[in-house]
């Protein structure tokens, strides 16, 4: 009996510890290793703190939640146009979009993307018009592709876009703010 009231304080006392060890992880501080009876062991990560991670530690939604996408779609490899396809070309530097003015009718869009550029980029697509704060993108996308490594095609299917105008630029560090944005007349 003694025993076992011994052994339910010391996980207790365990519990409360891994606790605290979380907690000073979430800070930032240095966490250390934990073993237990079965001799597997628990480390907390010492990475240091950040909203994201400090949110996903104490398992509370965050102050500001990820906007879903509006529009579905997929990325994929490919290696030609497929039939009625839109050409989009990522070109640089500086870092741009060729043509930077694109019409498609209403419905799914299927562009196909060749990245001839030396870097890796995206394609966002929101309602227009674009807009910067301190060379960012302040207008949160309807729809993000999958990142074009350069010297790759892929085709970048977005289903049902309703008419209307919309912008379209890269995500990737300062790339639209260089240049690589453009223009979406979508019509019924």
């Known amino acids: 009996m003694r025993n076992r009231i011994i052994d339910g304080q010391f996980s207790r006392a365990r519990v409360i510890g891994l606790g605290l060890i979380w907690s000073v992880a979430a800070c930032g501080g240095a966490a250390p290793t934990d073993s237990s009876a079965d001799g597997a062991s628990i480390q907390a990560s010492s990475a240091p703190s950040s909203p994201t991670a400090v949110a996903s530690l104490?398992?509370?939604?965050?102050?500001?939640p990820t906007p879903r996408p509006e529009f579905s779609s997929t990325t994929e490899p490919a290696t030609g146009?497929?039939?009625?396809?839109?050409?989009?070309?990522?070109?640089?530097?500086?870092?741009?979009?060729?043509?930077?003015?694109?019409?498609?009718p209403s419905g799914d869009i299927v562009f196909f993307v060749r990245n001839t550029?030396?870097?890796?980029?995206?394609?966002?697509?929101?309602?227009?018009?674009?807009?910067?704060?301190?060379?960012?993108?302040?207008?949160?996308?309807?729809?993000?592709?999958g990142i074009v490594l350069t010297g790759h095609k892929a085709t970048f299917t977005v289903d049902a876009i309703p008419p209307g105008s919309y912008v379209f630029?890269?995500?990737?560090?300062?790339?639209?703010?260089?240049?690589?944005?453009?223009?979406?007349t979508v019509n019924p």
């Open 58 to 64: 104490q398992a509370r939604p965050t102050a500001t």
């Open 81 to 104: 146009a497929p039939v009625d396809a839109i050409t989009l070309e990522m070109a640089g530097p500086p870092p741009h979009f060729l043509p930077k003015e694109l019409d498609a």
């Open 117 to 145: 550029s030396l870097g890796n980029h995206n394609i966002a697509i929101a309602r227009g018009p674009l807009k910067f704060t301190n060379d960012r993108v302040t207008n949160v996308p309807s729809v993000l592709s």
């Open 169 to 184: 630029w890269c995500t990737i560090s300062d790339h639209a703010a260089e240049g690589m944005h453009g223009s979406l």
